[in-house]
């Protein structure tokens, strides 16, 4: 008999090699059936096949738990790729893992696949799915596994980059056999239902040297109506995608003459000009001082401060009289420099410099996505640089920063702290305070945080900040880094009460991130319906006769007065269609002018919010919008 230790704390005992399946159903019929597999000792996760031999920590896992989803569409990559090789013999596998949201798998056909091909793709993985094959696990030596996958070039190449002591192992459902290392469901009857989603290409192991192969990406779930809530998430998604309403509402856009390169139009800056007075408004409250660094500097520099040497490929360079320049890819070295300027006493500390600053860096055309995935961003960084007695009260200012210009968007947000990773640079002494540093601050500030272990950059531990948009997607943005090794690639000092030189500890944090993905990211959240502080169009005045001209120029002129953005439609159109206009243009507030209106000395407001108009003075709707804005209300 063997003791399994459950997530509540109790301990069950059964008989020495039970299976997942075997002690799940001991603990409940429910969770028996609902079940996909388990966590042991709170890190491997396995199948309901698989047998217990030994005292263990044990949770059972199913599709709504993270693990569990994994495994599910890991499955569900393999039911496809069954499919596919039923259909099309000759195409060759290559690999096919779950990620967020469902899986893809990556072929190498001899005829290109269309969408077209998807419908009969799914008749035959509902086929496999009512086979209901079992799925087991198989190991094989080396020599036999390569023997064995001969006629699968892709498959023949992953295992010749395995190490040498690795455990070989496949997996077999009917007909078909994959290399894999698992965990899968017991059977392919398991899978339920699932959709085909696109097709896309992708380069053998990333490398756009190696052939280009066919990537269909597709999703699974136990239920038809999980199926169908993600697919109309999927709708939602696409009608809030930040290129197609960029475009729309004439914000911004990507031309073929620079791939990567956006181009904001004129609505597009008052909307980003907005954000960028909003961030130096809160900065200076804050006690920044703010920066402008060149964009193109040196080869020595990026050789001390690392970047030369680790990351050049992603970075634009050129020659400036017979010597090596790059464009900056980030903003610290310069950051750097700023500091270094001049002596500095610990009565200084702590210097907080904020610096707009943009970089460039070489991503590959394939990554490339609207404003998510550029070539050119600004980053909204700031370097503070103090002494070690003051880590933690900053690290918890700019949380508190962090925070506050998160709820100014309605953002909720998750926070991770990443600890020591393994190829780590500094002392244990050094790493032990600065993470403690970071722990404290968080507790102080009182949210719930996650630890990630081992996840921290190499020069110092992080916290991140992962905000939730309203379709429920999370989004990397806010990172506060501590870091040991720049100020001493550099030199920075400052002189203590002793008199003595000391070495400032220092602070890399963005809260942005990058000013065109917190656009990109805003555009989606609220589908282009942006604020009234934000929108580019605040309000516009549509008349419904030319008698009303004098009147508008008067509103228009009050409007600009105290600081609103205002337009107006006087064409010779009926009134409906000006309004159904301005809708989709997503103006905030529409002003209908017509002769009682004018008599009346009063403005017909209509709200983008609602299809009902309010007459009203002028002087109060100008009280409302000037409230509005300066309150930033949602």
């Known amino acids: 008999m063997i003791n399994i230790k459950l997530k509540d704390g109790s301990v069950l005992e059964v008989e020495n090699g039970c299976t997942v399946k075997e002690i799940a159903e001991k603990l409940s019929r429910n969770l028996a059936k609902q079940a996909v597999g388990a966590i042991v000792n709170g890190d491997v996760t396995v199948g309901l096949t698989t047998p217990i031999n030994e005292d263990c920590e044990l949770t059972v896992i199913t599709f709504q738990d993270p693990e569990g989803k994994q495994l599910f569409w890991h499955t569900a990559s393999h039911v496809m790729a069954q499919a596919v090789k039923r259909l099309y013999p000759t195409a060759k596998l290559a690999i096919g893992p779950a990620i967020a949201n469902g899986f893809y798998y990556d072929f190498d056909f001899e005829t290109p696949l269309t969408t077209d091909d998807f419908a009969k793709i799914e008749k035959e993985m509902n086929k496999i799915v009512s086979q209901n094959f079992p799925i087991e696990r198989f190991e094989l030596p080396r020599a036999e596994a390569l023997e064995f996958m ?41 899978v339920k239902v699932f959709k085909l989603l696109s097709l896309a290409g992708a380069y053998w192991r990333g490398d756009e040297k190696n052939k280009m192969l066919q990537r269909i990406y597709a999703t699974a779930f136990p239920k038809q109506d999980e199926l169908q809530a993600y697919l109309d998430f999927l709708e ?124 460039h860096r070489h991503e590959k055309s394939g990554t490339l996505h609207g404003l998510m995935r550029v070539r050119c961003f600004t980053q909204d960084d700031a370097h503070i640089f103090m002494t070690p007695d003051q880590i933690e009260s900053e690290i918890l200012g700019v949380i508190n920063m962090i925070d506050k210009f998160y709820s100014v968007f309605g953002f909720k947000y998750n926070v991770e702290l990443s600890t020591r990773p393994e190829d780590s640079m500094g002392s244990d002494e050094a790493w032990e305070t600065a993470t403690a540093a970071l722990k404290n601050a968080l507790e102080a ?76 990211i805003i555009t989606e959240h609220y589908a ?19 008698r009303s001209a004098d009147y508008i120029a008067d509103l228009c002129n009050k409007l600009e007065a105290v600081g609103i953005r205002v337009e107006t439609d006087m064409r010779n159109e009926k009134i409906g269609f000006k309004i159904r206009e301005a809708q989709l243009q997503k103006v905030p507030y529409m002003l209908v002018i017509g002769d009682k209106e004018v008599e009346e000395g009063k403005v ?21 919008v000037v409230e509005e804005v300066a309150n930033k209300l949602q």
């Open 528 to 546: 282009g319906a942006f604020p009234l502080w934000l929108a580019p169009v605040q309000v516009k005045i549509l008349s419904i006769n030319d």
């Open 150 to 190: 001969k006629d699968e070039p892709y498959k023949v190449d992953l295992i010749e980059n395995l190490p040498e002591d690795a455990v070989i192992s496949f997996y077999k459902q009917g007909d078909f056999t994959d290399l894999c290392a698992g965990p899968h469901l017991a059977s392919t009857g398991m």
């Open 236 to 359: 939602d998604a696409k009608r809030r995608d930040h290129r197609k309403i960029g475009k729309e509402l004439d914000l911004f856009d990507i031309y073929d003459e620079g791939p990567g390169f956006p181009f904001f139009l004129p609505k597009g800056m008052v909307l980003r000009n907005n954000l960028e007075d909003f961030w130096r408004e809160e900065h200076r409250k804050n006690g920044y001082n703010e920066i402008k660094t060149p964009i193109i500097l040196n080869q020595d520099l990026w050789h001390r401060s690392g970047h030369w040497d680790h990351y050049k490929n992603n970075m634009y360079t050129t020659v400036i009289d017979d010597q090596d320049f790059a464009i900056k890819p980030m903003n610290c070295p310069g950051g750097m420099l700023a500091f270094k300027r001049k002596v500095h006493s610990y009565r200084d500390l702590p210097q907080r410099m904020a610096e707009l600053g943009l970089v």
């Open 445 to 520: 500030n009182g949210k719930p945080y996650k630890i990630n272990e081992g996840d921290g950059a190499f020069y110092g531990p992080k916290i991140d900040f992962h905000l939730q948009d309203c379709l429920g997607r999370t989004w990397q943005c806010g990172t506060i880094q501590l870091d040991f090794q720049m100020p001493e690639r550099f030199d920075l000092t400052y002189v203590g009460p002793d008199g003595e030189k000391h070495r400032p500890v220092m602070i890399h944090r963005v809260i942005f991130g990058s000013i065109e993905r917190f656009i990109g």
């Open 604 to 624: 017909a407001v209509r709200s983008r919010k609602s299809p009902n108009s309010v007459v009203v003075d002028v002087d109060t709707f100008l009280a409302q």
